[in-house]
């Protein structure tokens, strides 16, 4: 086989070589530069200048991860609404296991099936029920014709097997006058003496003692009842049968407290503080003045302006013993803040107060009465949007609002303003920002049901009596009278769990004159806009005013009888809306020139 050519490395000579070709700095030449006072100060400037902005970025994304604005954390009693029940309501018959507490228990499903939240339970302590059991004869016991502590127990670990929490009034202001407290206070026997508000006769008249002062019962007449064996007069700012604790005695404000913590240790989630603006009253007695212009006829509290028994500013500081004793027991036991809300009627402004502030937080927030109190069957559209807007504009940053439609004391909406108008209010309720709060039957629009005779007092009257219905699905109420209120109830809570409602932006606007309309608004996100034409005339609207809503949008919700049709979309820009008729629709917020 023949060699292969071989292969020949050529290496130029040195001459050969371009004459400008690089090599290497020399090492005495890269010496003197690295020495040269300029080039040294120019390494030590680059050197502080990149770990000090390295620094500085470090620092800046520490604040920022501590300081940046959070997400709303979102606690137990925001998530959903809150359920109302009058505990002595819940009677499916007159069979003792379906009474009372066991009754409630019966019918958690319904409840939780709704998407409550949470169950705020009247007062359920021992009582002679001659106040539908706001006199109370033991803060640490259960009446006996709702059940036992045991059932009470019971009931609560029921509740928290479906995920619910439980709330309970405490009535601090009063006890009954069958309450061991205030039959030895009468006596006169140590520690008791002063545990109630007690006043010498003013003088006689024909024998008979003459109040202190002025002062008027809620219920109307003397708030003074006179106590022959203690020859005092005792107050009463409700009925005679509920003698006024003196939160003035540091020992009634203990025993209050000692009251909460027994029921937290038992298993509630929190109180609403019942009548708490009427904890304390005038030291020297002075008489209230009367209303400018009003004649004071057979002792109608309305006649008197309240400055002395209403709202002194002493109940804040009693509040505040009660939210630090709740704070100290969660602190001490799983760390989760148990609720406190106040049962407040006054301005706005005074009512705003029982929030408290950030060094001494109160009451987790007192409950909104306006649109019950506010909102009549005659009101305007521009009625309703000032309501809100009211509470709204004073509400402290940071805090939580909530809205009410009926309580124990005002009974069902449907009763006070009429069965039309219970899903137009529903509809506000449940998509305004907060929690909504709703009596049982509320949201079926229960109205003129029986009454139950059997559980009040002889001082019972027909008007103040509480109502009920039997049903077979676990409801005290005859849901199968009104199907499609219960569907669209539980529709629109499953709306609140959407972002737009619970942390979107509120925009209201009154359309035509007569419709009230709202936007539950966030960016990118479905959201929501309510319209209810609370008038009784038919108009059509355009949502266009919103700005941002499509012309055409998907409907949520419409009143049973809505008369639109039944198509899935409707055209925004031209809403025919019957009188006492309400609508829901959805839409991805756009963006206009």
């Not at 040269?36 to 620092?59: E, G, H, K, N, Q």
């Not at 003496?193 to 003088?203: L, S």
């Not at 803040?337 to 929030?355: G, N, P, Q, W």
């Amino acid at each position: 086989m023949p060699r292969s050519e071989e292969t020949k490395l050529l290496i130029p000579k040195d001459e050969e070589l371009a004459p400008h070709q690089w090599v290497g700095m020399p090492i005495q030449q890269l010496l003197d530069y690295s020495n040269d006072p300029f080039w040294v100060r120019l390494r030590y400037f680059c050197f502080i200048f990149f770990w000090s902005a390295f620094s500085m970025l470090c620092t800046s994304v520490i604040v920022l991860i501590f300081t940046a604005p959070r997400c709303q954390t979102i606690e137990w009693w925001q998530e959903g609404p809150m359920y109302g029940v009058f505990a002595h309501d819940f009677r499916n018959d007159n069979t003792s296991d379906t009474n009372g507490l066991s009754g409630i228990e019966y019918k958690l499903d319904y409840i939780a099936d709704l998407g409550a939240k949470t169950i705020w339970l009247s007062p359920i302590y021992k009582s002679p029920m001659k106040v539908f059991g706001y006199d109370i004869e033991d803060f640490k016991d259960v009446d006996e014709s709702l059940g036992s502590l045991q059932d009470f127990k019971d009931l609560v670990q029921a509740i928290r097997a479906r995920g619910l929490k439980l709330v309970m009034d405490l009535v601090p202001n009063h006890s009954s006058d069958q309450h061991m407290w205030f039959l030895k206070s009468v006596a006169k026997e140590n520690p008791f003496t002063d545990y109630y508000v007690w006043a010498p006769a003013k003088g006689y008249e024909d024998g008979k003692p003459i109040p202190p002062n002025n002062w008027l019962s809620v219920l109307g007449g003397s708030a003074w009842e006179w106590n022959e064996v203690r020859k005092e007069f005792y107050l009463h700012q409700f009925a005679k049968e509920q003698p006024d604790l003196n939160f003035r005695n540091p020992a009634v404000v203990e025993e209050m407290l000692d009251v909460m913590r027994f029921w937290l240790e038992v298993g509630l989630d929190g109180f609403c503080v019942d009548a708490m603006p009427h904890l304390f009253e005038d030291e020297e007695l002075r008489d209230e003045p009367i209303v400018n212009g009003t004649a004071l006829q057979q002792g109608n509290y309305r006649g008197l302006e309240h400055v002395h028994t209403y709202n002194l500013p002493e109940a804040l500081g009693v509040m505040a013993k009660f939210r630090n004793t709740l704070d100290a027991y969660s602190q001490q036991t799983d760390k989760v803040r148990r609720l406190m809300i106040a049962e407040v009627f006054d301005s706005v402004e005074k009512t705003m107060e029982y929030y408290g502030g950030d060094k001494q937080p109160l009451a987790d927030f007192p409950f909104n009465f306006y649109l019950m109190t506010n909102i009549g069957r005659e009101s305007s559209a521009h009625d309703i949007k000032n309501t809100i807007e009211q509470w709204m504009s004073n509400l402290p940053e940071s805090k939580w609002a909530n809205w009410v439609l009926g309580n124990h004391d005002h009974g069902w909406v449907a009763s006070q303003l009429g069965g039309d108008l219970v899903e137009c209010l529903n509809m506000i309720l449940l998509m305004l920002p907060g929690t909504a709060v709703t009596y049982s039957g509320e949201e079926l629009g229960m109205e003129n049901a029986p009454v139950i005779w059997g559980m009040v007092g002889e001082s019972a009257t027909p008007e103040r009596s509480h109502n009920k219905n039997s049903d077979d699905r676990g409801t005290p109420f005859q849901t199968s009278q009104k199907p499609n209120y219960l569907d669209n109830y539980k529709a629109l809570v499953r709306a609140r769990h959407d972002t737009s409602v619970m942390y979107g932006a509120l925009n209201m606007r009154v359309l035509s004159d007569s419709v009230f309309a709202f936007t539950r608004s966030q960016v990118k996100s479905k959201s929501y806009v309510v319209a209810v034409n609370w008038s009784n005339i038919s108009v059509t609207v355009d949502l266009g005013e919103f700005c941002d809503i499509p012309e055409v949008a998907d409907i949520y919700v419409t009143s049973v009888n809505f008369s639109g049709g039944s198509s899935k979309t409707i055209k925004t820009t031209s809403i025919a809306l019957q009188a006492r008729e309400g609508v829901v629709v959805t839409y991805i917020p756009e963006t206009r020139d």
